[in-house]
């Protein structure tokens, strides 16, 4: 390490900020967070410098600078936009044995400012030593996602309760408490905005002497359709917050790599028409770990509500009286529509979406979508490669037209996507394209502006046939 990270004791000492214009301004912001004295020292100042001076939260010291200017001041930044006075300056304050930032003069500078995370009094520094700043942003990004808002105010509420902890907690409880208050209800009440509750439900575990019940929860959380970019910022906190995940067949490894590391994860997977885990087993073994006082994550791929078998879940939980939430997902054709660039409704053509899946419940009974599919609808298929071909015949023969676009698109938002896009005639007679594997999305599109339909709008303005 070239530099070394310390958190600098400010609270009402000096912080000299030499120079009058918008890179001064852009250093005295970042220090009026802080509980410094701000000095700025220039003949004059932009405006952003004279409002702080100006509403008491700065001094202005117009002199000509002298050692004396930087006497006894904890930092000293200098920012004048004047090469040669910078170097006059940083000759002066090290005089006066300060510590200095001269900026964007790496070589002139005793301390850098780090990419800083500010969920006060919980502050995080990032440094790169001068090599990547876009990473540490990148890395800065990452966090302020992770960390919910009010991280702060719930750290300080802990910190509030710190002494009462140690006389009323024996020693060896404490660890465990503190982990339960910042891993567990505590803390998710606090980042929901039921700060009062969360403080309740501290105060009472503490005068029980130690940790509060360990409440189960099961979070039945939608994974997306494979990129991990494309979770939820609450996905990626219940996973985070696992103690336990039981995971299905189409959620992407990468995914999964966003959970704790220890977190234990759990294949409960079924191939299509191979049920290793019946449903009753999954319900049987989540709810098990539930009643541990474990936090149970039901990582299901998409949106958990689509087909994903989440009402049985639910009622299995209830009915055994443990606590369940959903976390919505990007499901598969918001997805897929997403990656072929076509909205899934377009104002004027497509006014319904139909979301249907090609497997029913019944084995051997095929659904038929000729009645849903009316025109002005994009009707999106789910489970449904197998059958195709079969699927098509049957629109072609309840009166469909033979051109209506047909667009697949298999393994959405993953590396190995694929598209084609083709007619309800074509799927009809071919051979399913081997490129196109499952899990796929198939959209069949019937517009209200066609030929076979007429012109059809349920707004107001004229269409303009198009031949
Ligand atoms: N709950 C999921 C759907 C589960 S059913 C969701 O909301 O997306 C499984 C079906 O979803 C697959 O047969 C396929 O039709 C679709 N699917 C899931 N992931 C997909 C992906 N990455 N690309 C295309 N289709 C996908």
């Not at 020292?41 to 200017?69: F, I, K, M, N, Q």
């Not at 220890?262 to 409960?268: C, G, H, K, L």
């Not at 076509?342 to 139909?354: A, F, K, M, N, S």
Request: glycine share 8%; aromatic share 4%.
């Amino acid at each position: 390490m070239m530099t070394f990270p310390m958190f600098l004791t400010l609270s009402g000492r000096r912080v000299v900020i030499a120079g009058g214009g918008k890179g001064a301004a852009q250093k005295a912001r970042l220090m009026a967070r802080t509980e410094a004295r701000l000095v700025i020292l220039a003949p004059r100042l932009e405006d952003e410098l004279a409002g702080l001076v100006a509403c008491g939260r700065a001094e202005h010291d117009a002199c000509p600078a002298s050692t004396e200017s930087f006497r006894d001041a904890a930092l000293v930044f200098i920012v004048t936009g004047d090469a040669a006075e910078d170097l006059r300056l940083h000759a002066l304050a090290k005089a006066a044995g300060t510590l200095v930032n001269v900026v964007d003069r790496p070589e002139l500078c005793d301390a850098f400012t780090p990419s800083i995370v500010d969920r006060d009094p919980v502050v995080i520094a990032i440094g790169t030593e001068g090599t990547a700043p876009v990473l540490a942003r990148q890395i800065r990004t990452a966090l302020e996602t992770m960390l919910e808002p009010r991280l702060g105010a719930f750290a300080a509420l802990a910190g509030r309760l710190r002494g009462v902890v140690s006389r009323q907690v024996p020693a060896a409880e404490r660890r465990a408490f503190w982990a339960w208050a910042f891993s567990d209800t505590p803390r998710r009440l606090h980042a929901a905005g039921r700060e009062r509750e969360a403080a309740q439900l501290l105060k009472r575990a503490i005068s029980e002497g130690g940790r509060g019940a360990a409440e189960g929860l099961i979070s039945l959380v939608g994974a997306g359709p494979g990129a991990r970019d494309l979770l939820t910022l609450r996905a990626v906190q219940r996973l985070q917050e696992a103690d336990v995940i039981f995971y299905d067949r189409l959620v992407e490894p990468e995914v999964l790599d966003l959970a704790r590391r220890d977190a234990e994860r759990i294949y409960v997977g079924k191939e299509v028409g191979l049920h290793s885990w019946p449903q009753n087993r999954i319900n049987g073994v989540v709810l098990a770990a539930a009643r541990q006082g474990r936090r149970v994550v039901r990582l299901k791929s998409g949106d958990p509500g689509i087909f994903g078998r989440a009402a049985e879940e639910i009622a299995a939980a209830k009915a055994a009286g443990v606590a369940v939430e959903i976390i919505p997902g990007i499901t598969a054709a918001a997805a897929a529509a997403a990656s072929v660039g076509r909205p899934l409704t377009e104002r004027g053509r497509t006014d319904r979406l139909v979301l249907a899946t090609g497997t029913l419940e019944a084995k051997g009974v095929v659904p038929e979508f000729a009645e849903v599919l009316t025109p002005g609808t994009t009707l999106a298929l789910y489970m449904s490669m197998h059958r195709i071909a079969e699927l098509g015949n049957r629109l072609l023969a309840a009166g469909q037209p033979s051109e209506l676009e047909v667009e697949i698109v298999s393994r959405a938002t993953c590396v190995d996507e694929c598209r084609k896009l083709t007619t309800l005639a074509d799927i009809a007679s071919s051979e399913p394209d081997e490129s196109l594997r499952s899990p796929a999305i198939v959209f069949i599109r019937r517009p209200k502006l066609s030929l076979a339909d007429g012109i059809e709008t349920g707004h107001s303005e004229k269409l303009v046939a198009i031949s």
